[in-house]
Nanobody, 129 residues
Framework: QVQLVESGGGSVQAGGSLRLSCAAS??????????MGWFRQAPGKEREGVAV????????YYADSVKGRFIISQDNAKNTLYLQMNSLKPEDTGMYFC????????????????????WGQGTQVAVSS
């Protein structure tokens, strides 16, 4: 069982930055190869994949809407996943969730939330214009 705990959300003005953290309960990232990532859901909208990293080799995957602005990374020593969010826009507002899966995913499924079976409780991000 993998437990994930997010932190780092908050309110920021457009153009600002935030860094989200996701602490895993066990030495997950160094023991197992898995996909770990960030998903978000805005009120009235469907959940969307934002950024994912494959812990086995560090390959990263991003939604087109955040490419060039967000950076996903992992710290194996701290067993923590990060999402550095820069140049934030009001449309980045939403609840951000950390998720993980041991499944082997094809390219078209890496950002699909329903492929992930371990989820954190979420952290709120609000970007004002």
């Amino acid at each position: 069982q993998v437990q994930l705990v997010e932190s780092g959300g908050g309110s920021v003005q457009a153009g600002g930055s935030l860094r989200l953290s996701c602490a895993a309960s066990t030495a997950t990232m160094t023991t197992y190869y898995m996909y770990m990532g960030w998903f978000r859901q805005a009120p009235g909208k469907e959940r969307e994949g934002v950024a994912v990293i494959y812990t086995g080799g560090g390959s990263t995957y991003y939604a087109d809407s955040v490419k060039g602005r967000f950076i996903i990374s992992q710290d194996n020593a701290k067993n923590t996943l990060y999402l550095q969010m820069n140049s934030l826009k009001p449309e980045d507002t939403g609840m951000y969730f950390c998720a993980a899966t041991f499944r082997r995913l094809g390219m078209g499924r890496i950002l699909a939330g329903n492929e992930y079976n371990y989820w954190g409780q979420g952290t709120q991000v609000a970007v004002s214009s």
